[in-house]
């Protein structure tokens, strides 16, 4: 079996057969003499099988191949078949974000023209701004699965191993109009409220001392409105 895959990859450049597909087609061209691909024995999908799939879908996106088989009395083998290479549907993931209420999206508008109205009055308004955030950065070069992409003509087969409990770096960066600050680095694994107050007071405000005016923008992270934090900002 070995050989056969080795000879495989060889000669096509790319990975072989898996040992129960080679099996198969062994027994087939031992009992039949040829590795062409049998007729099934099942009813053949029709068009009138398509609509039923189409329209259980439609009615229901979120439902599972197993709900809509047993709910169209057809095996979930020939659902996905319907879905995948008659439909042509694919199953999208779907993406998590924040509930937002009412009053939420009143607020936003709120801010947008309270913004409007700063640059409208003050010229020197964006100067002003500093936009801040964290980031934590894996040693073992993990990479985040939701954004890491890999293009290709063919199914590449990657995987990452993780490390469990990897050692990790936390950063902190800082950014206005006028500069990009050096970026700092936690000695510490986990950013506390007080690691990240000795941060701004030995580090980053002594760099924005000689600033007359400046607004200070963070995340909403724990450390960020940690009490200690909040009154240094404050006063």
């Given at each position: 079996m070995a050989a056969v895959q080795r000879a495989f990859r060889a000669k096509y450049a790319k990975d072989p057969p898996t040992d129960k597909t080679i099996r198969a087609w062994y027994i087939q061209f031992t009992e039949t003499g040829c590795l062409c691909k049998q007729k099934s024995s099942g009813r053949p999908l029709t068009a009138e099988d398509d609509e039923r799939v189409r329209a259980s879908f439609l009615h229901s996106p979120k439902k599972s191949t197993a709900t809509a088989a047993k709910e169209l009395s057809m095996l979930k083998t020939k659902v996905w078949s319907v879905?995948?290479?008659?439909?042509?549907?694919?199953?999208?993931?779907?993406?998590?974000?924040?509930?937002?209420?009412?009053?939420?999206?009143?607020?936003?508008?709120?801010?947008?023209l309270q913004l409007?109205?700063?640059?409208?009055?003050?010229?020197?308004?964006?100067?002003?701004?500093?936009?801040?955030?964290?980031?934590?950065?894996?040693?073992?070069g993990a990479v985040n699965r939701r954004t890491v992409r890999i293009w290709g003509s063919e199914y590449p087969h990657a995987c990452v191993e993780h490390q469990h409990g990897s050692p990790k770096v936390n950063v902190f960066c800082a950014i206005s109009s006028q500069k990009v600050y050096v970026p700092f680095f936690f000695a510490e694994e986990t950013v506390t409220g007080m690691t990240y107050l000795d941060m701004l007071q030995l580090w980053l405000m002594s760099q924005l001392q000689n600033i007359p005016t400046f607004i200070f923008q963070q995340g909403g992270s724990a450390a960020h409105f940690h009490c200690e934090v909040r009154q240094y900002l404050n006063t």
């Open positions: 879905l995948h290479k008659r439909l042509v549907f694919k199953p999208y993931c779907i993406q998590m974000v924040q509930q937002l209420s009412g009053e939420d999206h009143r607020c936003q508008l709120d801010f947008c409007q109205d700063l640059m409208s009055s003050d010229d020197h308004f964006l100067e002003k701004l500093h936009f801040s955030d964290e980031a934590t950065f894996h040693i073992s």
